[in-house]
């Protein structure tokens, strides 16, 4: 059991998950669309920026300025990336969520859509 990657919250996750799904796509605003729509979670723009920074802080992501764009009035994106420390984490969360909830669907009556 050593050497395990730090424990990541359950918002934590939903971020990290968001910046796998939309790979090169994933700034604030797609990372906050992607939760609000999969994980059917109402969730603050402010919580989503405030969690990718301590994501940052942690070095489980990193982010880049994108070029200015006419459409954002010259104005530059912020785009993020997962970092490998960040996907062995967040694999070690879904390992042990699967592992504790195998078995359980009829339990809870799950289905994913």
């Not at 990193?62 to 764009?69: D, E, F, I, N, Y």
């Not at 459409?71 to 785009?79: D, F, I, P, S, T």
């Not at 909830?101 to 994913?112: I, P």
């Amino acid at each position: 059991m050593a050497n395990l990657p730090p424990s990541l919250g359950d918002f934590e996750q939903l971020v990290l998950l968001g910046l796998v799904r939309l790979g090169d796509a994933a700034y604030g605003v797609s990372i906050h669309n992607e939760i609000r729509r999969r994980a059917r979670r109402e969730v603050t723009i402010a919580a989503v920026y405030k969690t990718l920074e301590r994501l940052e802080n942690k070095g489980f992501a990193v982010s880049v300025m994108g070029q200015p764009t006419s459409e954002r009035g010259g104005r530059r994106k912020k785009y993020y990336r997962i970092l490998p420390a960040g996907r062995r984490a967040l694999k070690a969360a879904i390992s042990s969520l699967w592992r504790m909830t195998y078995g359980l669907a009829d339990e809870f009556d799950l289905e994913v859509k």
